[in-house]
Structure formats: C-alpha cells, structure tokens
C-alpha cells in the first residue's frame, strides 16, 4: 500500500509561486494513478489536479488551469504540484491521494475515487 507523504506546504503572498511534494512508500508506485486535492475550514475536500499512470494524462479543476501544474517522477516514486500566481482563494490543506486500479491511461478525476490518503499539508496565501 503506498503511504502517501507531502511536503512543501508554507505561507505565502499572492502572486508567489510554491511547489508541494508527494512521495510514496510503495515500490509500485507506477500501478497507481496520482492526485491533488484541497480542503478549506467549513468546505467540502475538492479536486485540484490528477495524473495518470504514465504521467501523460491530467486533469484540472477549473479554478487553477493554467496556474497549476502537476507531474511525476516514477523513478521517484513521487508526485509534484507546481503552484504559480497563488491567489488567497488557494488557501487550504492540500492532500495527495493514490488511485490503484484502471488503465493506465485513465485519469480519474473523482475524490472518491481515490483509496490512499496523506495527512495533508497547509498552503496559506495571505499578505
């Protein structure tokens, strides 16, 4: 079972740029498909950004296409969220979730789909 950790988390103004940092535990890591998700106080935990097996498939919420950008390293065993022009709005816990199952080019898009959690780590925007 992968056991997802993040990392990178921070406080930073708007406009600046931060990237987060998932790596797993298992030696599996290709087998599963990768995510990003935030929870802000009082909302429900969304979808950010995912990526499937091979790493040439995403998916983006709307509210940071063309800000956001993820990837992997599966030599790595890990999981990257680039995040530029932050705005306050990003504020949230951020969490990277593993997917197992399904083809490899199937970029599931769906929090529920998602079997392996991390703890999380906070992103502040706030100047």
């Known amino acids: 079972q992968p056991l997802p950790v993040e990392s990178g988390g921070g406080l930073v103004q708007p406009g600046e740029s931060l990237r987060l940092s998932c790596v797993t535990s298992?030696?599996?890591?290709?087998?599963?498909?990768m995510g990003w998700f935030r929870q802000a106080p009082g909302r429900e935990r969304d979808v950010v950004a995912t990526i499937n097996k091979r790493g040439d498939g995403t998916y983006y919420a709307d509210s940071v296409r063309g800000r956001f950008t993820i990837s992997r390293d599966n030599a790595k065993k890990t999981v990257y969220l680039q995040m530029d022009s932050l705005e306050p709005e990003d504020t949230a816990v951020y969490y990277c979730a593993a997917k197992s199952g399904g083809s490899t080019s199937y970029v599931p898009s769906n929090v529920a789909e998602y079997d392996y959690w991390g703890q999380g780590t906070q992103v502040t925007v706030s100047s």
């Open positions: 298992t030696s599996t890591f290709s087998y599963f498909a």
